[in-house]
């Protein structure tokens, strides 16, 4: 516990749209947070603000998650201020489209190294504290349902998102029975228009239940997985039946 007695948690990526709301309600459900923004500083501070109003010894710090250096020296800045880590969210993540025929190098490793690589070394860092602690802890990772989806023109970033998936799975079972691991997987929440997303009216078409998710659909989730101990290395898709076929 910190000085005011609450539980921990080490987010990255909360200078999100969906994170920054994530980080705002894991708060709301008791917990102190520290988190990592990348290039999105405003919208941190933002974030922070809010946060310390309900948790005020919650703290930020700039990570790119690409950097396995970033990463270590974000962890021990964390060792620095907290004595216990009770819950990780990978919510870092890059995304843009990459028609097949033209992904480059550069493109395929901004994606996968931010998306995949970040999310295992941040997993190993906090599993390294977590399985030395004598009680329960969670990770809870960030996937997309692009990972069940052949889908067009964004192949780097679903495959990383599967790869997250598998992870899942992998350190779930490796940390059983002292660390949780699952996944979160949304459909579409938010919308980035500079992005070359298919029309809104097209996406809503494909969903089961005629609408695009709620940030408060995904923190649900998150919530009832705080709550649980009888699940492990599951993926849970939060898309209104984007997946039905
Ligand atoms: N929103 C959706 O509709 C949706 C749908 C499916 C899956 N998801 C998943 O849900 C999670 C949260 O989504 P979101 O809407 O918050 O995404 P977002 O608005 O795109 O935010 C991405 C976050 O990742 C951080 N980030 C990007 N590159 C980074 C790097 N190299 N190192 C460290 N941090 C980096 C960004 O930091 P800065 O802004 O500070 O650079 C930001 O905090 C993500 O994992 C996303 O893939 C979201």
Redesign the pocket.
């Known amino acids: 516990m910190t000085a005011t007695g609450k539980k921990v948690c080490f987010m990255?990526?909360?200078?999100?749209?969906?994170?920054?709301e994530?980080a705002l309600a894991v708060a709301g459900h008791g917990y102190t947070i520290f988190f990592?923004?990348?290039?999105?500083?405003e919208?941190?501070a933002a974030t922070l603000e809010k946060i310390r109003w309900i948790s005020p010894e919650s703290q930020m710090v700039q990570?790119?998650?690409?950097k396995t250096s970033?990463i270590a020296g974000a962890f021990a800045a964390f060792r620095q201020q907290f004595e216990r880590l009770d819950l990780v969210i990978?919510?870092?993540?890059?995304?843009f489209s990459t028609p097949l025929p033209d992904v480059t190098e550069r493109e395929w490793d901004?994606l996968v190294?931010?998306?995949l690589k970040?999310t295992f070394f941040t997993m190993q860092e906090a599993a390294s504290i977590m399985q030395k602690q004598s009680f329960v802890s969670r990770i809870i990772t960030?996937?997309?349902?692009?990972a069940d989806l052949v889908w067009r023109n964004f192949a780097p970033y679903s495959v990383s998102?599967a790869g997250i998936q598998h992870l899942t799975r992998i350190f779930a079972k490796e940390f059983a029975p002292t660390i949780l691991v699952n996944s979160?997987?949304?459909?579409?929440?938010?919308?980035?228009n500079k992005k070359k997303m298919e029309p809104q009216e097209e996406m809503v078409k494909k969903i089961a239940l005629q609408r695009?998710?709620d940030p408060l659909d995904?923190i649900k989730t998150i919530l009832f997985l705080l709550e649980s101990d009888y699940i492990t290395g599951q993926v849970i898709n939060v898309e209104g039946g984007r997946l039905l076929r």
């Open positions: 990255t990526g909360a200078s999100g749209v969906l994170g920054s994530i990592t923004w990348h290039s999105s500083e919208r941190a990570c790119n998650v690409a970033d990978t919510s870092a993540s890059n995304f901004s190294d931010t998306n970040g960030m996937s997309d349902i692009s998102k979160v997987a949304p459909g579409t929440v938010t919308l980035n695009l998710g995904i």
